[in-house]
């Protein structure tokens, strides 16, 4: 539905811990016009440079909340509104090198009136510096 406007062009970097580069965040939207309750995300799926990652590499922050995938299907209570942006962060020893990347983001949500998911799939190039 929005999926042009999901990828969001600020907020590509790096993440470190304690001086060690552990993987990389992008900021991004929902594909929906509603915002929906976190456990109605299936999936977020991140590919970059075709390289996919897996599920349990992927946390998503809303609001200063980090949560895992199976975390966001267990929580009935916080919700991701609509236009808000979170952060998509990837567990990936030692990162993305500088430069230009071809970034994918696919997201699989459940919509209550819906009797299929609703898949919704950007990509941008981002440059990481």
């Known amino acids: 539905m929005f999926d042009k406007y999901m990828i969001v062009e600020d907020g590509f970097r790096n993440v470190t811990e304690h001086g060690r580069t552990v993987g990389f965040q992008l ?31 992927v946390t998503v922050v809303l609001r200063g909340r980090p949560m895992s995938l199976a975390e966001m299907e267990a929580d009935y209570n916080e919700r991701w509104e609509f236009g808000e942006i979170g952060t998509v962060i990837v567990r990936k020893a030692g990162g ?27 990509s941008k190039e981002l440059v990481l510096k």
Do not use: C, Q, W
């Open 27 to 57: 900021n991004t939207r929902l594909p929906y016009y509603r915002g929906i309750g976190v456990s109605m995300v299936e999936d977020v799926a991140v590919a970059v440079d075709g390289e996919k990652y897996p599920r349990d590499a």
């Open 96 to 122: 993305l090198a500088p430069g230009a990347h071809r970034v994918e983001v696919t997201d699989r949500l459940r919509i209550s009136y819906l009797p299929f998911p609703l898949i919704g799939h950007d």
